[in-house]
């Protein structure tokens, strides 16, 4: 993005020498337009709060730090002394209305200063709603950068160009509902494939001229694995530039954020949905149907959600594809998936070594409770194993213990010789995540 803004913002006007050898510069056409345009650049990617009165206070802090890049306005013949007054009321106290035209209101008085409409660029766009999502103000935030959105992208009359990056094509929160002029390219689209990472063979050049050609396979087995519409070999330019730095490989991408989005999914997701990751980090495939429009209600319920959402973010590829009609004449589209390499493998074995890291003191004590008869402290430990991993489904309203009686659990261990009396029969009550332990005869 910050290429970008530095082709087309008038601040970098003449420097083509950012952009000699390389393809873009080949072209007349193309070098006509370098440093033409007013531009924006809006990153949200610091936009990271548990709140939403700190989201929306940091959003707007953001806004005001751009409006200071362009305080040489307030001195122009552009504003008149209304919009001068404006111009300071933008700050991170100001009201929903004023946060909500900003971006719009500087569009303005950048296209009547320079003469020309002006190219947004907006980085991230989705963190702040990520942490929203996990956070629990969703509804706020939407409504927030709903509004915002409108003005700045929909409604604004000096609006050249805009482009704006995000792992989630989030258009079914109505988030975007006012929008109906977005060209949305995501990682199963064809078009700019390559555009999205290194390709293997600028790779493979980089650790040339920085002497570690030998390592070209230990670097292929870590960071080779993204696929955009299906052209492959793609790297990620943060691992890449990481290694070629320290020379060794290393998570380079997967520590560059907290990942509390895909480690909630997994970690609090059913049964199945732990199965199948299973399977994935076992170097196995699974195949289920994705939609890129990711609903950010259904995550906690629809497993298809949590696997799309996961293909967005790149922690999953496509490996495989097939259409077909079901049996009852619906159109059906599966998708073979599978992790995209071994450094988001190696930040998932992590992540979940940690999750029980820290179990093992109290997994001692749950049995040395069970060995003992203890059923209070036995309560216990579930119960914060419970509040910590589990999901909720329900399981019907059958007593627990009789299930142990009606399927004769015992008989496996009276047939291996166990005397009857040294076996304890425990049932498992959970009503959502509270667990309550109750001993049998």
């Known amino acids: ?51 939403f009165e700190q989201a929306r206070k940091k959003i707007c802090k953001i806004i005001q730090m751009i409006y200071n890049k362009y305080d040489f306005l307030q001195k122009s013949d552009v504003l008149n002394e209304n919009e001068k007054k404006d111009f300071w009321k933008v700050c991170p106290d100001m009201e929903d209305y004023m946060a909500v035209l900003s971006l719009k209101m500087l569009c303005d008085y950048l296209g009547r200063y320079y003469g020309k409409k002006v190219i947004v660029l907006l980085d991230e766009y989705d963190t702040p709603m990520q942490e929203a999502y996990l956070n629990g103000y969703w509804e706020e ?10 003005s700045t992208f929909k409604t604004n009359p000096n ?38 990472g290194f390709t293997e063979g600028e790779v493979f050049i980089s650790l040339k001229e920085y002497g570690l050609s030998d390592q070209k396979q230990e670097v292929k087995d870590w960071y080779d694995g993204f696929i955009f519409g299906g052209k492959g070999d793609i790297y990620n330019p943060w691992s890449i530039l990481n290694f070629l730095d320290k020379g060794k490989a290393g998570a ?7 990942n509390s989005l895909a480690g909630k999914l997994v970690r609090e997701g059913s049964r199945n949905l732990k199965e199948s990751f299973e399977v994935l980090l076992q170097g196995g495939t699974i195949c289920t149907e994705i939609d890129e429009q990711i609903v950010y209600s259904m995550l906690e319920q629809d497993e298809q959600a949590i696997f799309s959402l996961l293909l967005a973010s790149g ?6 594809h097939k259409a077909y009609a079901s049996d009852f004449g619906e159109w059906k589209e599966e998708y073979e998936l599978q992790l995209t390499n071994f450094e988001v493998k190696a930040m998932f074995r992590q992540m979940i070594r940690k999750w029980f890291g820290g179990s093992a003191y109290g997994y001692n004590d749950f049995i040395r409770a069970l060995l003992l008869n203890d059923v209070k402290a036995m309560n216990t430990y579930m ?32 047939a291996k010789g166990i005397p009857g009396e040294r076996i304890r029969k425990y049932g498992f009550a959970f009503c959502g995540k509270k667990v309550l332990i109750s001993a049998g005869r």
């Open 1 to 51: 993005m910050s290429m970008m803004e530095k082709f087309f913002s008038v601040n970098y006007e003449n420097r083509g020498d950012l952009f000699q050898g390389l393809r873009i510069w080949e072209s007349e056409k193309f070098r006509k337009l370098q440093g033409t345009y007013p531009v924006l650049f809006v990153s949200f990617a610091d936009v990271k709060e548990t709140t």
């Open 141 to 150: 935030m939407a409504a927030f950068i709903r509004s915002m959105f409108n």
């Open 159 to 196: 609006l050249e160009r805009a482009f704006m990056t995000g792992i989630t094509r989030i258009s079914k929160e109505s988030v975007f509902s006012d929008l109906n002029n977005l060209e949305v390219v995501t990682a199963t689209f064809a078009k700019y494939a390559e555009c999205f």
């Open 252 to 258: 380079y991408w997967a520590n560059s954020s907290s």
């Open 315 to 320: 922690y999953l590829k496509v490996t495989g």
């Open 383 to 414: 119960n914060k194993v419970a509040v910590n991993t589990f999901s909720c489904f329900d399981t019907g309203k059958n007593p627990a213990l009789r299930q142990i009686e009606e399927n004769d659990y015992q008989a496996l261990l009276v």
